[in-house]
C-alpha cells in the first residue's frame, strides 16, 4: 500500500521516528532484563536506530525488519559504519519470514498501527517465545473526533484506523497476548537527550511535496495535541 507519509519518513531517513525518540526506548529497556544471550526483533525499524542502540548496549542478537527498502538500506549503512552485526530483514510484520518461538524481545515502536493488526498481532505471537515479551509504543486515540477529523487524521498518515487504549488492551488480548500492562510516559521529555537522539539520513532530490508532508505532520501534531496520543503496551503470552 502507499503511504505518503511513510514514504517521507523514508525519505528523509528520520531515525527514532516514534513518540518519545531514542530517550523514551531506552527507558523502556531500561527496565527490562536483557543481555548478550537474548535474541530481539526491532520490527518496523525504520532506519535502524533503535536496533543499532540494542546492539551496541546490550550486546545481543538483534534482528531489525522492515517492508520499506529504502529505510531497510539506510540501516544497513548505519550498522555498517557502526561495524554491528545485526541481521537485516526485508518483510511485512503481517507475514514474518522467521519461524516460530525465535525471539525474546519483539520491539515495535510505532508500526502496528501502519499495518493490519488482525495480521501482525497473531504473527507477533507466534514468533516470540512461550515466555517472550512484546513492547510495543502506539499512536492512541484520547478523545472522541468528529467524523471529518478522524477522516483526516487516517487519510493523512494512511492508518487502516485509529484506537483508543482499552481498544489496542482487546485486540492484544484477542490475538493471544494475556499479560497487558500499559504505560503513558509521563516524563517530561529532555530536549537535551532528545536533540542527541534525532538523527537523519536524507536522500538525494527530494520532491517538494515531502517537504509539505512534513509541514503538515507538524501542524496535525499541534492541532490534535488533544487527541491523539500514545501508550507503552508491555504484552506477553
Ligand atoms: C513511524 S515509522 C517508525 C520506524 C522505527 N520504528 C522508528 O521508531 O524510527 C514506521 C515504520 O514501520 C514500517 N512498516 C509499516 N508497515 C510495516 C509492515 N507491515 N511490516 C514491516 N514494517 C512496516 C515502515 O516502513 C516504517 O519504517
Redesign the pocket.
Known sequence: MN?NY?DC??LFG?????PGGLPLTKRILSKEEIDETKSIL??????G??SAYISKKYQCHVTS????KM?LDKARKRYLSLQLPIEVKH????NLPFDKGLFDFIL????IS??DVSL?LPEFNRVLKPNGVLLAIEMVQEKPTTEGERTTLINFYGVPQLLTESEWCNLFKKFGFKHVHVEEDMQPIDEMDLELGADFALSEDIDGKYFEILEKHEQLTEDYKEVLGFRIFRCCK
Open positions: 503511504n511513510l519518513l523514508a528520520v531515525g527514532g521516528a516514534h526491532d520490527a518496523g525499524c525504520g532506519t536506530q533503535t525488519l522492515d517492508c520499506n529505510m518483510g511485512s510484520t503481517e515495535s515502536e510505532s508500526v501502519f499495518t501482525t
